[in-house]
Nanobody, 122 residues
Framework: QVQLVESGGGLVQARGSLRLSCAAS????????MGWYRQAPGKQRELVAA???????NYADSVKGRFTISRDNAKNTVYLQMNSLKPEDTAVYYC????????????????WGQGTQVTVSS
């Protein structure tokens, strides 16, 4: 099994920046893809960004050019650098990992972090 511990959430002003981290432990040998989802109250959970072992990335259109996903394979950690934050970025952000790219993109991974709140004030 895999355990995910997230950190870095908080309250920031619009146009500000925040960096989220997610450290994986346990059966990390099975992790090929890591990513971030978010969910705002009353809205559907949506993919924010994902990254493969080889460095291929996938971003939601709403965050392209503002957010950057990266990973440190030696530390089994994935990061989400969020710049130029907007109030509409306010949500609970969840880290997720999977063995298969398609399953993570579909939101059907078995492993999820506890969630970290990101609040952007206007």
């Amino acid at each position: 099994q895999v355990q995910l511990v997230e950190s870095g959430g908080g309250l920031v002003q619009a146009r500000g920046s925040l960096r989220l981290s997610c450290a994986a432990s346990g059966s990390t040998f099975s992790i090929n893809v890591m990513g971030w989802y978010r969910q705002a109250p009353g809205k559907q959970r949506e993919l924010v960004a994902a990254i493969s072992n080889g460095g291929n990335t996938n971003y939601a259109d709403s965050v392209k050019g503002r957010f950057t996903i990266s990973r440190d394979n030696a530390k089994n950690t994935v990061y989400l650098q969020m710049n130029s934050l907007k109030p509409e970025d306010t949500a609970v952000y969840y880290c997720t990992v999977d063995r298969f790219w398609y399953r993570l993109l579909a939101g059907t991974s078995d492993y999820w972090g506890q969630g970290t709140q990101v609040t952007v004030s206007s």
